[in-house]
């Protein structure tokens, strides 16, 4: 936690006479050793910088799998009326610190979905951010589940609502009954341009939403991501609790990912006690229009114990045991992995590869380093075997690139990498530039 999160201001000196990195690019590399999770790595070096949602499911994810499909587990009630499930949303109230209410879903848009569909009715609307994952990559998914409209609100580069152009909207009366009812704000952290809200942005969205009668929901594909980045570390350097990111800043609902995390295909939407006041459907009336959405829209799983099975296993011991106190739950190793392996290749890339028309375009707070490159460099890297995405990550968090040489892309780090793979792609770049 104590790593810079600008990746410009990472100290780096020349690499030893055998090509290793040295002195502060060989500290971020030192660092990552403990945090390796070497079970599911390739028998070469991994190729794919694509997305994170690329990467296989952790270890302790499959053996749940497994160990709810044996003996007295195999057998279990349907449609969430498991003991998976009731344990799980027993282990998520203890995560949380307090009582939440949980609906499993097999993907994000589905999260997202039936979280905004139980906030805002037909006729109303919601605030969100340009670029936002639910206006931009779910096929209106959202706004068909609901039957309401998403409403793009002024929006930084960098994937967060610009905080002080939001207030007057949420300020603002609607004229009935001509336009939508604006019901929410929904806020992704971190952002699909990698970077975290900080927790007054949070506090202030949802003070503000409460004051004026809306509800507050995050989208939390990444939540692991954004609860280990140094960014968000205090200032005794221990960082932010799954609460203090979320009801206790204020947020109604969570859609809880980690499927980008680790698991197969697990995501859950989780509504806060907050949730009993903001809303189109508050408490219990919450919990059972949550369900019967769910189900309306084909994401009600039968066999949800494997769902909750994939979930237990990523959050691991419960963290009140003897063996959680020395080793830390899958969730939080991997994302404490992949966040490290992006602030290593962003140094890597900065360190080496700055004289061969590579740049860092943009500060790396979790798992994504954005970056432009020589449209040469990036056929040499797809030639070698590399898989990259041109088209993945915000536009506007790549930017214009500076040339018409040149182009933009977001490169993923996950879990189940280690430092050997960025150190291959850095020296791949390096090695098409002789």
């Given at each position: 936690?104590?790593?810079?999160?600008?990746?410009?201001?990472?100290?780096?000196?020349?690499?030893?006479?055998?090509?290793?990195?040295?002195?502060?690019?060989?500290?971020?590399?030192?660092?990552?050793?403990?945090?390796?999770?070497?079970?599911?790595?390739?028998?070469?070096?991994?190729?794919?910088?694509?997305?994170?949602?690329?990467?296989?499911?952790?270890?302790?994810?499959?053996?749940?799998?497994?160990?709810?499909?044996?003996?007295?587990?195999?057998?279990?009630?349907?449609?969430?009326?498991?003991?998976?499930?009731?344990?799980?949303?027993?282990?998520?109230?203890?995560?949380?610190?307090?009582?939440?209410?949980?609906?499993?879903?097999?993907?994000?848009?589905?999260?997202?979905?039936?979280?905004?569909?139980?906030?805002?009715?037909?006729?109303?609307?919601?605030?969100?951010?340009?670029?936002?994952?639910?206006?931009?990559?779910?096929?209106?998914?959202?706004?068909?589940?609901?039957?309401?409209?998403?409403?793009?609100?002024?929006?930084?580069?960098?994937?967060?609502?610009?905080?002080?152009?939001?207030?007057?909207?949420?300020?603002?009366?609607?004229?009935?009954?001509?336009?939508?009812?604006?019901?929410?704000?929904?806020?992704?952290?971190?952002?699909?341009?990698?970077?975290?809200?900080?927790?007054?942005?949070?506090?202030?969205?949802?003070?503000?939403?409460?004051?004026?009668?809306?509800?507050?929901?995050?989208?939390?594909?990444?939540?692991?991501?954004?609860?280990?980045?140094?960014?968000?570390?205090?200032?005794?350097?221990?960082?932010?609790?799954?609460?203090?990111?979320?009801?206790?800043?204020?947020?109604?609902?969570?859609?809880?990912?980690?499927?980008?995390?680790?698991?197969?295909?697990?995501?859950?939407?989780?509504?806060?006690?907050?949730?009993?006041?903001?809303?189109?459907?508050?408490?219990?009336?919450?919990?059972?229009?949550?369900?019967?959405?769910?189900?309306?829209?084909?994401?009600?799983?039968?066999?949800?114990?494997?769902?909750?099975?994939?979930?237990?296993?990523?959050?691991?011991?419960?963290?009140?045991?003897?063996?959680?106190?020395?080793?830390?739950?899958?969730?939080?190793?991997?994302?404490?992995?992949?966040?490290?392996?992006?602030?290593?290749?962003?140094?890597?890339?900065?360190?080496?590869?700055?004289?061969?028309?590579?740049?860092?375009?943009?500060?790396?707070?979790?798992?994504?380093?954005?970056?432009?490159?020589?449209k040469s460099t990036f056929d040499a890297l797809v030639s070698a075997g590399y898989v990259l995405s041109l088209t993945a990550g915000s536009a506007d968090a790549k930017g214009p690139p500076s040339t018409p040489d040149h182009l933009r892309l977001r490169l993923c780090t996950f879990w189940s990498m280690v430092a050997a793979d960025v150190d291959a792609l850095v020296e791949t770049i390096v090695a098409?530039?002789?």
């Amino acid at each position: 936690r104590d790593l810079d999160t600008m990746s410009g201001t990472v100290e780096t000196s020349s690499p030893s006479a055998d090509g290793a990195p040295t002195d502060g690019v060989a500290a971020l590399r030192t660092q990552l050793e403990p945090l390796a999770i070497t079970s599911n790595h390739p028998a070469e070096v991994e190729l794919n910088f694509a997305a994170d949602h690329v990467a296989p499911a952790l270890p302790e994810v499959m053996e749940a799998v497994v160990q709810w499909n044996l003996g007295g587990r195999g057998t279990q009630l349907s449609y969430s009326a498991d003991v998976a499930t009731i344990e799980l949303v027993a282990r998520l109230s203890a995560f949380f610190e307090t009582e939440v209410e949980v609906l499993l879903v097999p993907t994000g848009t589905a999260s997202n979905s039936v979280a905004l569909a139980t906030l805002i009715p037909p006729f109303g609307s919601v605030y969100c951010a340009v670029g936002a994952h639910i206006d931009t990559s779910e096929c209106g998914c959202p706004e068909m589940y609901s039957g309401g409209k998403l409403v793009k609100v002024p929006t930084r580069a960098d994937g967060r609502i610009i905080v002080d152009s939001l207030i007057p909207l949420l300020r603002k009366p609607y004229k009935f009954p001509h336009t939508s009812k604006a019901c929410a704000v929904s806020v992704t952290q971190p952002t699909e341009a990698g970077f975290c809200y900080s927790l007054d942005e949070i506090r202030t969205i949802c003070s503000e939403a409460h004051a004026n009668g809306y509800a507050v929901h995050m989208d939390g594909a990444r939540f692991a991501n954004a609860l280990e980045s140094p960014t968000l570390a205090s200032a005794d350097g221990t960082g932010l609790s799954p609460a203090d990111l979320t009801w206790k800043a204020g947020v109604d609902v969570l859609s809880l990912g980690s499927t980008k995390g680790g698991t197969i295909c697990a995501e859950a939407v989780v509504l806060f006690p907050t949730q009993s006041t903001h809303g189109q459907y508050t408490g219990a009336a919450a919990v059972e229009a949550a369900g019967y959405l769910r189900k309306r829209g084909g994401a009600c799983v039968e066999k949800s114990r494997f769902l909750a099975a994939q979930m237990l296993g990523y959050l691991g011991i419960p963290q009140d045991s003897t063996a959680a106190a020395s080793t830390p739950p899958p969730w939080q190793r991997a994302a404490r992995n992949a966040n490290a392996l992006a602030r290593y290749l962003a140094a890597r890339l900065e360190k080496d590869c700055s004289g061969l028309g590579v740049a860092v375009v943009q500060p790396v707070h979790i798992n994504m380093v954005f970056v432009e490159m020589l449209k040469s460099t990036f056929d040499a890297l797809v030639s070698a075997g590399y898989v990259l995405s041109l088209t993945a990550g915000s536009a506007d968090a790549k930017g214009p690139p500076s040339t018409p040489d040149h182009l933009r892309l977001r490169l993923c780090t996950f879990w189940s990498m280690v430092a050997a793979d960025v150190d291959a792609l850095v020296e791949t770049i390096v090695a098409s530039a002789k």
